[in-house]
């Protein structure tokens, strides 16, 4: 099973600071099964990435997503307030799925 | 629009059994595997299993093989998640979501089931 590891654990950033958000495969991925979801409390996750670059339909232009290999990375370029969140890696490979342990982003 | 509703939450006590439900609307229910996902108390997502509605193939996390049993009702256009005996630990969250077919990342979800499993 190929195991996700997110860093950082929690990002503390003011509104407009830039957020970069890494995850780490434990072998190579096919960037095309890569995903990325945001989670607010209370709510279900929702889909921003996909593709490892591709942004989900309704889902702003400050969120992308880049990568290859082993290493990819979430991209916030101007943090919002509404921003706060966890984001969660996602997986597929081997016929299984596998998801990062999440990155919690604060707003200050 | 495109909806997974789920059903209510649910108390049970630990060796009793249990089926959750998931039933989409908005689309052409067959065209989409169901995936389940577990999320327990103030921790991360868990890939539990997904089903294709289509033909029933199903696929299991190896974590949960031989622990749940995916299903669905095609004319029913919902999927269930099942336990036999629920042990404490099956406490969570349980969220099912699409999975478009060719792709594999899950776009639509729903709200998820609170199943807590107490004495």
């Known amino acids: 099973e190929i195991v996700l590891t997110q860093s950082p654990g929690t990002l503390s950033l003011s509104p407009g600071e830039r957020a970069t958000l890494s995850c780490r495969a434990s072998?190579?991925?096919?960037?095309?099964?890569y995903a990325w979801y945001q989670q607010k409390p209370g709510q279900a996750p929702r889909l921003l990435i996909y593709g490892a670059s591709t942004r989900a339909p309704g889902i702003p232009e400050r969120f992308s997503g880049s990568g290859f290999g082993t290493d990819y990375t979430l991209t916030i370029s101007r943090l919002e307030p509404e921003d706060s969140a966890v984001y969660y890696c996602q997986q597929y490979g081997s016929s299984s799925w596998t998801f990062g342990q999440g990155t919690k982003v604060e707003i200050k | 629009e495109v909806q997974l509703v789920q059903s209510g939450a649910e108390v049970r006590k630990p060796g009793e059994s249990l089926r959750i439900s998931c039933e989409g609307s908005?689309?052409?229910?067959?065209?989409?595997?169901i995936a389940w996902v577990r999320q327990m108390p103030g921790k991360g997502l868990e890939w539990v299993g997904i089903i294709n509605p289509a033909d029933s193939e199903t696929r299991y996390s190896p974590s949960f093989q031989g622990q749940v049993t995916i299903s669905v009702d095609k004319s029913l256009s919902t999927a269930y998640l099942q336990w036999r005996s629920l042990k404490a630990s099956d406490t969570a969250i349980y969220y099912c979501?699409?999975?478009?077919?060719?792709?594999?990342?899950?776009?639509?979800w729903g709200k998820g089931t609170t199943v807590i499993v107490s004495s």
């Open positions: 979501a699409t999975r478009p077919n060719f792709y594999y990342y899950l776009d639509v």
């Open positions: 908005g689309y052409s229910f067959t065209n989409y595997w």
């Open positions: 072998q190579s991925v096919n960037a095309q099964y």
